[in-house]
């Protein structure tokens, strides 16, 4: 039997705090975190500062999360994400988001697989590894090629081809339309050398797809499952952020995918608006109720600065 996945949480979820990124970490560490994954903030703060922060919380970085261009732009020497992914010791960047337009069709999906590739390689030069973090959109199934290609000649607004991918959505869903999700080909086209995935099970269950499913079809390739809840609303049926657990998600299905998977990280995430003590406990609470843990550490305030 496999072992629990580990605790660890995404600060961004805590963006709205003013505490530093340094005693987030030490926050996280008290609360229960043996791992925390890094956003946007990290850029702008001292890394060996960071660093001590993890050793005096015993706690882990997870990976870093950084959009396709910033760590284009970091393999070129322009930004110094890699240098201070290096001294933290983060060894995973993750592209957190991908434009709908990647997704629409096989051609625009090759497009991605090929940039990925390039990035992978170059990443592996540095020890680092590239992983792909899910958007609901590529669990919408691929439009054909030439009718992208009628998109990107006229002047159709993009609330459009989203609602012809949901009315795709709801018919392969209905069982009247069997063709391949932009996810599907782009665990095809890619493989273990050269991409990972991190699962985020609100943006899967909002794609309309069961996150076990989507854990399935990657278990080799998934070192971290993100957990976050969301809620469906509208007439459309969008989908917007829950408390967690509270939602729509199966987050028991799903953890127990991603511990037969062999996931080494459960992230948590939740950016419904809430204090940073409160969220933390919130958070360790849950993901220790979920997998029959009892609690090891307790919930302390963050130093004053």
Partial sequence: M????????????????????????????RAGYEGVEFAGRFRQTNAAVVADALDDADVEPVACHASLPVIEAAIRGENELLEKCETVGINRLVNPHTSTASFRSKASVEALIEQYVDVARKLASHD???????????????????????????????????????????????????ARTGFQALVDGTDATNLQF??????????????????????????MVHLRDTEPYGRLVTYKNAKTGAGAVDFEGAIEAATEAG???????????????????????????????????????????
Avoid at 2 to 29: C, K, M, T
Avoid at 148 to 169: F, M, N, Q
């Fill in 2 to 29: 496999n072992s629990h996945p580990r605790p660890a949480i995404q600060l961004y979820s805590l963006n709205e705090s003013s505490v530093s990124v340094p005693d987030l970490v030490r926050q996280a560490g």
């Fill in 128 to 178: 680092m590894r590239l992983v792909h973090h899910t958007s609901r959109h590529e669990f919408w199934p691929l439009i054909p090629n030439a009718m992208e290609t009628a998109i990107g000649v006229t002047p159709v607004p993009d609330g459009i081809t989203t609602y012809l991918s949901r009315e795709l959505t709801r018919l392969r869903r209905d069982g009247a339309t069997g």
């Fill in 198 to 223: 991190e699962i985020d099970v609100a943006e899967v269950t909002a794609g309309q797809l069961d996150p076990v499913e989507a854990i399935s079809l990657v278990p080799d390739r998934l070192p």
């Fill in 263 to 305: 996931v080494e990280w459960l992230v948590y995430e939740d950016e419904v608006p809430q204090d940073t003590e409160t969220k933390l406990s919130a958070g360790i609470s849950f993901m220790n109720r979920m997998n029959g843990v009892e609690p090891t550490r307790k919930l302390g305030k963050a130093p004053d600065n």
